[in-house]
C-alpha cells in the first residue's frame, strides 16, 4: 500500500515540488495550504507522515505540529519540517512542538524522500 | 507537470507575492502595526527566497535573504518601521520585482542599485538591532558545527565529572558538515551506545527505524538492555526503558553513522566510539550486561563551573569555546525536560488551541476558495460562447420569419434560450472580470520612481482597487495609466518650495480611483497639482496652428487640446513626460479599448482626468440602425435617447451646420450617412430618426441614422487585425442573419463633426 504523506506549505512553488517529488517516489499526497488547513484535513486525509512549512499564514508550523501531537491518534506521526529556517533556534522551537525531524531547503528531493523513509516504518 | 511548469508557477507566485508585500508595505507605510502585516510582508519575501532556492536563482536569493532579514528585525520589534526603513524597503521590493522579471525573462539589474539597498538594509539590520546578543548567538553554535570531533572531548562520560573521566563522545549541535578527525575516520567500526527518551517516542521518533536505518551503513551486532524494565504493574507504557548497544562495521564514516540519529540527537542519550579494528566485536562481548553509558547533558545543571574551569585547564581555549556551547545545550535539554511534564504540556497545548482558534477566526475573512486556470482556457469559452449568441440570434431570426403567429412552443423556448445563453454569457464574461488592483498597485512605484527623479514629495492614494474590469482592459490599461501618472507628477504637481508657497502642504497628492457607472469602468485620476496653465496651452495651439490666434474656446475646449497630436506643455522635453508619446497617444489607447478620456482642471487646484471604459471587449449592447443602406450597430450606453425629429425642430445654423431643438436646448444634427461618406449630401432629417448621444467632453449630439432595427447584444470582433485603425469604427459584429455589421465609434463621430471631419474623410476616403 502507498505511504499517504500530508504536506502543509503556503507556497504554491513548493506545493507542486513536493506533489512532483512524493509523487513520482510512489507517495500518496495529500495537500493542505496552511496549519488551520492541515489541521482540518488531519483526520480524513489520515497520513502516515506530515511535511510541513514553518512560516505560514493563519496557523503556522509550530502551532500546526502542536495541532497535531493534542491529537490522540496522531500524537505519534512523524511530522518533518520543511522550512529554509536552518538556525538552531527555530529547530529547537519546532523539536518544542513536537517535529520530528527537519528538512532544510533549497528543496533537494533526495533529502526530502531520505528522511521521510526514514522517520516512516 | 515537469520543473518547467512549477518553474512558471513560481514566477506566478512571486508576481503574488510581490503585490502582497507591495500593499503590506504601504499599509505600514500609512501606520499600521498589526503584526499580521508584518508577517505578511515576511512571508512574502521569504516564499520568494523559498521558491528561488529551490531553482537555484542565486542574485534573486542573495537579495531577497538581506530583506529577509532586515524584516525579520522588524518583525521581532528590534527595528520600528519608520518612514525612512519603509522607503527603504519599498525600493528593495521593486528591486525584488526587478530582480524576478529578469530570473524569468533575462536581461539584466541595475546591479549598482541593489548592491546599494543590500547595504541600506544591512546597515538597517545592524544598526537597530541589539549589538551582543543578535551577532553572538548564531556564530557559537556555526563554530562547533565546523568541528564536532573536538567537542566529544570536552564531554563527560560519566554524571561525576572529574579531569580524568573524557571519554571521544562527539555531539554535534547543527549539521553534520564538517571535516572529522583524521583518527575517527580511519577507524570503520564503532560502538553506539543509543538510549531513547520518552521525549524521543513522543516527538514521532521510533527507535526501530533508527536502528534499522544504521543497520543499511554495514554489518552490525545488536544488543538490547532491558534492565531498566520496571514490574508490569509498575510500567508507565509513555517511558523509555531500552537502551541499545550496537558494533557496527561501516566504511561510510562516523557521519554517516551520525547522520541517523540526527533527528534523535536531542532525545536520546547517544555514544559512538570510533574502534580499533578487531576490538569492536570483543568490546561488544565484553560488556554484558551492558553498562548504559549515561550522556545526560541535564546532569550537568548547576555544576557547570566545574567541567568548565576542568576544560580549561586541561585543553586549548578552543575547546573552552565549545564547552560553553555544550552549557548552551546543556540548558536547553533541561528546559525541554522540565516541558515534558504531562501537566505542563497539556496546559502548553491548550494555550496552543486556543491561539489557533483565534487564528482561525482572524481568517474567516480570507478569500474564498479559488481555482487557477489557464487563461487559454477562458478565451476559448468565450470564443464558443461568442459563437452561441450569434447562433441564438440566427435561430431566432429563422424561426421569427417561418413562424408568424409566435406563440408556438418552439418560440417560447427559444425565449428561454436566448435568456440562458445571456446568463451563461455574463456568467462567463464574471470569470475574466479581474480586480483593478495589480494596476494600480504597479503606479505607486511608479509614482515612487518620478518623485525620486523630480525630488517632489508625492503620496498617491488609491480607491476602489477592487472594481472588476475584464482581463484584457487591466492589461492594456498599465501602459496609458504609467504615461498619466507621469505627466501628472512631473507636469501636474508643483515643487515642495512652490507648493508652501501657495499655502498647500509639501507633500502633493495623486489619486487614482476606479468605480462602475452604467455598465462601465471609470477611472479617475487627479492631482492637487497647479492645474493647467490655459493661457500656455493656448498659446502653444496657435503656435502649432492647432487653433485660429482669435478662436473663441472654453475653457474645456483649451484643457482637451492637450490631447492633440504633438502638443507638450512642458517648456523642455524632459526626461519623464517627454519620451515623445504625448497624451494624445495616451487619448488613442484608451480609445482603442472602447473608451473615453476627459480632463477638468482648476488653476491652482489641479486637474482631474477621467476615463471611461467598457467592463469587457468581448460583447456589447448595441442598437441595430441602418443608415443607407448599410447596417451599423450604435453602442447603447453612448445612447441617451431616441428621437423622431419634426420639422419644425430643426435649425439650419452655417452653410452646413443643423441643429435640432429639443426640449428648449440647441443640439447639433450629425448625419452619420454624412460622416461615415456613405453619401455624398446630408439626408432630409425628417425622414430619419436622431440617437441623442453623449460623447465624453463633447457634450451632447444628435446622430441622424435612417431607421432603428432593434436592440441586440453583440459579440465584438475586431477588425484592427485584418483592416487597421479604421477612424469611425470601433470594431464590426455578426448578426443574427449572418451579416457583418459595423459598430460605431460615437465619439469618433462626434469629433469629427466638431471640425476634425476633413482630416476623418480624407482617411476614410484613402481607406475606401
Known amino acids: 500500500m502507498k505511504k499517504k504523506v500530508l504536506t502543509v506549505d503556503d507556497s504554491r512553488t513548493i506545493?507542486?515540488?513536493?506533489?512532483?517529488?512524493?509523487?513520482?517516489?510512489?507517495?500518496?499526497?495529500?495537500?493542505?495550504?496552511?496549519?488551520?488547513?492541515?489541521?482540518?484535513?488531519?483526520?480524513?486525509?489520515?497520513?502516515?507522515?506530515?511535511?510541513?512549512?514553518?512560516?505560514?499564514?493563519?496557523?503556522?508550523?509550530?502551532?500546526?505540529?502542536?495541532?497535531?501531537?493534542?491529537?490522540?491518534?496522531?500524537?505519534?506521526?512523524?511530522?518533518?519540517?520543511?522550512?529554509?529556517?536552518?538556525?538552531?533556534?527555530?529547530?529547537?522551537?519546532?523539536?518544542?512542538?513536537?517535529?520530528?525531524?527537519?528538512?532544510v531547503k533549497p528543496f533537494d528531493p533526495t533529502k526530502l524522500i531520505d528522511a521521510i523513509e526514514r522517520v516512516t516504518a | 507537470m515537469d520543473m518547467n511548469e512549477i518553474k512558471e508557477i513560481f514566477f506566478q507566485e512571486c508576481e503574488e507575492q510581490l503585490a502582497e508585500l507591495e500593499s503590506g508595505l504601504l499599509r505600514l507605510n500609512d501606520g499600521d502595526r498589526d503584526p499580521e502585516t508584518v508577517n505578511a510582508v515576511f512571508r512574502a519575501v521569504h516564499s520568494i527566497k523559498g521558491g528561488a532556492g529551490a531553482f537555484g536563482l542565486d542574485d534573486l536569493v542573495s537579495f531577497a535573504h538581506v530583506f529577509e532579514t532586515t524584516l525579520d528585525c522588524v518583525r521581532s520589534n528590534k527595528l520600528e518601521p519608520t518612514q525612512e526603513v519603509l522607503k527603504v524597503m519599498l525600493k528593495s521590493a521593486d528591486v525584488l520585482a526587478d530582480l524576478t522579471n529578469v530570473a524569468r525573462d533575462g536581461g539584466s539589474v541595475d546591479q549598482a542599485r541593489s548592491a546599494q539597498l543590500i547595504r541600506e538594509l544591512e546597515a538597517l539590520a545592524k544598526g537597530e538591532a541589539p549589538p551582543a546578543a543578535s551577532a553572538a548567538e548564531p556564530a557559537a553554535p556555526k563554530a562547533v558545527a565546523a568541528k564536532p570531533a573536538p567537542v566529544a572531548k570536552a564531554a563527560p562520560v560519566e554524571p561525576v565529572v572529574n579531569e580524568h573521566g573524557f571519554a571521544p563522545v562527539a555531539f554535534s549541535f547543527d549539521d553534520f558538515g564538517g571535516d572529522e578527525d583524521e583518527a575517527v575516520s580511519d577507524l570503520p567500526a564503532y560502538d553506539i551506545v543509543f538510549k531513547p527518551k520518552s521525549e524521543l517516542y513522543t516527538k514521532g521518533?521510533?527507535?526501530?527505524?533508527?536502528?534499522?536505518?544504521?543497520?543499511?551503513?554495514?554489518?552490525?551486532?545488536?544488543?538490547c538492555n532491558m534492565d531498566s524494565l520496571p514490574p508490569l504493574d509498575q510500567m508507565d507504557p509513555e517511558a523509555a526503558y531500552f537502551s541499545w548497544k550496537v558494533s557496527i562495521k561501516t566504511d561510510k564514516g562516523e557521519d554517516a553513522v551520525r547522520s541517523v540519529f540526527e533527528f534523535a540527537e536531542w532525545d536520546c542519550d547517544l555514544e559512538v566510539t570510533a574502534m580499533e579494528t578487531g576490538e569492536a566485536s570483543e568490546s561488544a562481548s565484553d560488556d554484558l550486561p551492558m553498562q548504559p553509558v549515561p550522556f545526560d547533558l541535564s546532569a550537568l545543571d548547576g555544576d557547570l563551573d566545574v567541567p568548565l574551569g576542568v576544560v580549561e585547564e586541561e585543553e586549548q581555549i578552543a575547546a573552552a569555546q565549545e564547552a560553553v556551547a555544550a552549557a548552551e545545550t546543556a540548558s536547553n535539554v533541561v528546559q525541554m525536560a522540565g516541558n515534558a511534564s504531562r501537566a505542563a504540556a497539556s496546559e502548553k497545548s491548550a494555550a496552543a488551541a486556543a491561539a489557533a482558534q483565534n487564528n482561525a477566526q482572524q481568517a474567516s475573512s480570507a478569500a474564498?476558495?479559488?481555482?487557477?486556470?489557464?487563461?487559454?482556457?477562458?478565451?476559448?469559452?468565450?470564443?464558443?460562447?461568442?459563437?452561441?449568441?450569434?447562433?441564438?440570434?440566427?435561430?431566432?431570426?429563422?424561426?421569427i420569419e417561418n413562424d408568424s403567429n409566435g406563440v408556438s412552443s418552439i418560440n417560447m423556448g427559444l425565449e428561454e434560450l436566448q435568456q440562458l445563453t445571456r446568463e451563461i454569457q455574463d456568467s462567463v464574461m464574471a470569470i475574466r472580470a479581474q480586480p483593478v488592483k495589480p494596476v494600480f498597485q504597479r503606479m505607486a512605484r511608479t509614482v515612487r520612481e518620478i518623485a525620486d527623479i523630480t525630488g517632489k514629495s508625492v503620496r498617491l492614494v488609491t480607491e476602489g482597487e477592487n472594481t472588476e474590469v475584464d482581463k484584457t482592459v487591466i492589461d492594456k490599461l498599465a501602459e496609458p495609466l504609467t504615461h498619466m501618472i507621469r505627466n501628472a507628477v512631473d507636469h501636474g504637481l508643483e515643487m515642495p518650495e512652490k507648493r508652501l508657497a501657495a499655502g498647500k502642504s509639501a507633500e502633493g497628492t495623486v489619486k487614482l480611483t476606479a468605480k462602475h457607472r452604467s455598465g462601465r469602468i471609470v477611472i479617475e485620476l487627479s492631482d492637487d497639482g497647479a492645474g493647467i496653465n490655459r493661457e500656455k496651452v493656448r498659446q502653444k495651439a496657435i503656435d502649432n496652428d492647432l487653433i485660429a490666434a482669435d478662436a473663441n474656446l472654453s475653457d474645456e475646449e483649451i484643457d482637451n487640446l492637450i490631447f492633440h497630436a504633438g502638443f507638450s506643455t512642458a517648456d523642455k522635453v524632459s526626461d519623464l513626460s517627454g519620451r515623445g508619446v504625448g497624451m494624445d497617444v495616451v487619448k488613442r489607447s484608451i480609445q482603442a479599448l472602447g473608451g473615453r478620456i476627459n480632463i477638468s482642471s482648476k488653476p491652482g487646484h489641479g486637474s482631474v482626468f477621467t476615463m471611461s471604459l467598457p467592463l469587457t471587449l468581448a460583447v456589447l449592447d448595441g442598437m441595430v440602425v441602418t443608415v443607407a443602406g448599410q447596417t451599423l450597430v450604435v453602442p447603447l450606453t453612448a445612447i441617451v435617447e431616441t428621437l423622431q425629429p419634426d420639422a419644425a425642430a430643426i435649425h439650419s445654423f452655417g452653410a452646413t451646420q443643423r441643429l435640432i431643438s429639443i426640449r428648449n436646448s440647441f443640439c447639433p444634427l450629425v448625419d452619420v450617412g454624412r460622416i461615415l461618406n456613405f453619401r455624398a449630401t446630408?439626408?432630409?432629417?425628417?425622414?430619419?430618426?436622431?440617437?441623442?448621444?453623449?460623447?465624453?467632453?463633447?457634450?451632447?449630439?444628435?446622430?441622424?441614422?435612417?431607421?432603428?432595427?432593434?436592440?441586440r447584444q453583440v459579440v465584438i470582433k475586431s477588425l484592427e487585425a485584418n483592416y487597421t485603425h479604421v477612424p469611425g469604427i470601433a470594431a464590426a459584429t455578426i448578426l443574427g442573419d449572418g451579416r457583418v455589421a459595423l459598430i460605431l465609434d460615437v465619439d469618433a463621430v462626434v469629433s469629427a463633426s466638431r471640425g476634425q471631419s476633413l482630416q476623418l474623410e480624407s482617411s476614410l476616403a484613402a481607406a475606401g
Not at chain 1, 489541521?39 to 510541513?52: F, G, H, Q, R, S
Request: negative net charge; charged residues 25%; proline residues 3%.
Open chain 2, 682 to 711: 446630408q439626408a432630409n432629417p425628417v425622414e430619419g430618426v436622431a440617437l441623442l448621444v453623449e460623447s465624453e467632453g463633447g457634450g451632447q449630439r444628435a446622430l441622424m441614422v435612417d431607421a432603428i432595427q432593434g436592440q
Open chain 2, 205 to 223: 521518533n521510533e527507535a526501530t527505524l533508527l536502528l534499522r536505518d544504521l543497520s543499511r551503513l554495514g554489518e552490525m551486532s545488536i544488543h
Open chain 1, 15 to 103: 506545493r507542486n515540488m513536493l506533489l512532483v517529488t512524493l509523487n513520482n517516489a510512489g507517495f500518496e499526497t495529500i495537500q493542505a495550504e496552511d496549519g488551520i488547513e492541515g489541521l482540518e484535513v488531519l483526520e480524513d486525509a489520515n497520513p502516515d507522515v506530515i511535511v510541513t512549512d514553518i512560516n505560514m499564514p493563519r496557523l503556522d508550523g509550530f502551532g500546526f505540529i502542536e495541532g497535531v501531537r493534542k491529537n490522540e491518534k496522531f500524537r505519534a506521526i512523524p511530522i518533518l519540517v520543511l522550512t529554509t529556517e536552518s538556525d538552531a533556534e527555530k529547530k529547537n522551537r519546532a523539536r518544542q512542538a513536537g517535529a520530528t525531524g527537519w528538512i
Open chain 2, 368 to 399: 474564498a476558495p479559488t481555482i487557477r486556470v489557464d487563461l487559454d482556457r477562458v478565451d476559448r469559452l468565450i470564443n464558443l460562447v461568442g459563437e452561441l449568441v450569434i447562433n441564438q440570434a440566427m435561430l431566432s431570426q429563422s424561426v
